[in-house]
């Protein structure tokens, strides 16, 4: 590594857990494990700056993702979640050489959303709504291939789904049409579980819940992520003790104030005065 490892404002002397998306998707994920694992530090980079991963080729995801895994090492993460299912779709195996190669573990979306959804489906068909480039990739279908059940599983890309929720606009009739028009195939296949495929989705799912009735099951990785962390820092001896509360912070690669707006929003905790905003080369 060419930088010294650096820390941030507001969290402790320890090594935070980083995670790592391409806006504020990422934060449902952060948002389960804030509440899973109190008392850990966590340092949190949205990439806006780069934002869709979801429509870029494989190649440039794997680049990108490079860069930002770098960058994070830098920060002195101990442990990396990648919080976007593009990019784990795209570079899971690069990411977690990577990380390896400075003895830090990596946790990753999709495969744990697929063990739930297989899990949970009573009939097999299992759907999964994700972006263009995370649906290209195969990545649920194999995994969901690999689980050793009969499985039934219908694919739909949604193209403007994430940057409707990254720019946070209302959520008018025109998106309503937009959303049903992605709901439409799923309810035809007659889905009981749907694989929410990008971390930006648990932020529409009351909306995806009506379309698609209440006895469909939503999945998405914010709980089952959380829970692997916590096995992986229990497993090494790293879990911080239950009564010391942790810190965050944010780094991002775009507009602050966008991102202090949306993101106290969703998380309905302060950010103001932890938001950095940070290049990434």
């Known amino acids: 590594m060419?930088?010294?490892k650096q820390t941030s404002a507001g969290l402790g002397t320890g090594r935070p857990i980083g995670l790592i998306d391409s806006g504020v998707g990422g934060l449902t994920v952060l948002h389960e494990c804030l509440i899973s694992l109190p008392g850990e530090d966590f340092l949190y980079l949205g990439d806006s700056g780069h934002f869709p991963y979801g429509t870029k080729s494989r190649?440039?995801?794997?680049?990108?993702t490079a860069d930002v895994t770098r960058y994070m090492l830098d920060r002195g993460v101990s442990l990396l979640v990648v919080a976007c299912n593009s990019a784990t779709a795209a570079a899971a195996d690069s990411i977690t050489e990577l990380a390896a190669g400075?003895?830090?573990?990596?946790?990753?979306?999709?495969?744990?959303?697929?063990?739930?959804?297989?899990?949970?489906?009573?009939?097999?068909?299992?759907?999964?709504?994700?972006?263009?480039?995370?649906?290209s990739s195969?990545?649920?279908r194999k995994a969901l291939e690999g689980?050793?059940?009969?499985?039934?599983?219908?694919?739909?890309?949604a193209p403007d789904l994430a940057s409707?929720?990254?720019?946070?606009?209302?959520?008018?009739?025109?998106?309503?049409?937009?959303?049903?028009g992605y709901c439409r195939p799923l309810r035809e296949a007659r889905v009981d579980t749907l694989i929410l495929g990008c971390t930006h989705y648990p932020?529409?799912?009351?909306?995806?819940?009506?379309?698609?009735?209440?006895?469909?099951?939503?999945?998405?990785?914010?709980?089952?992520?959380?829970?692997?962390?916590?096995?992986t820092l229990a497993g090494s001896?790293?879990?911080?003790?239950?009564?010391r509360e942790g810190g965050y912070h944010f780094l991002v690669t775009g507009e602050v104030d966008s991102f202090v707006e949306l993101g106290t929003r969703f998380l309905q905790l302060p950010l103001v005065g932890r938001v950095e905003r940070v290049d990434v080369p």
């Open 237 to 243: 001896g790293n879990l911080a003790p239950g009564d």
């Open 2 to 4: 060419n930088q010294a």
């Open 164 to 180: 409707i929720i990254q720019r946070g606009q209302p959520f008018d009739d025109e998106v309503l049409d937009t959303v049903r």
């Open 203 to 231: 932020l529409v799912a009351p909306m995806l819940q009506r379309l698609l009735g209440r006895d469909v099951r939503l999945v998405s990785a914010g709980h089952a992520i959380a829970a692997v962390v916590q096995r």
């Open 102 to 135: 400075e003895g830090v573990d990596t946790v990753t979306v999709i495969g744990p959303e697929a063990e739930i959804a297989a899990s949970i489906s009573d009939s097999g068909r299992i759907g999964v709504l994700a972006t263009p480039a995370t649906v």
């Open 138 to 140: 195969g990545a649920y």
């Open 147 to 157: 689980l050793g059940r009969p499985l039934e599983v219908t694919e739909v890309e």
């Open 59 to 64: 190649e440039e995801l794997r680049q990108r």
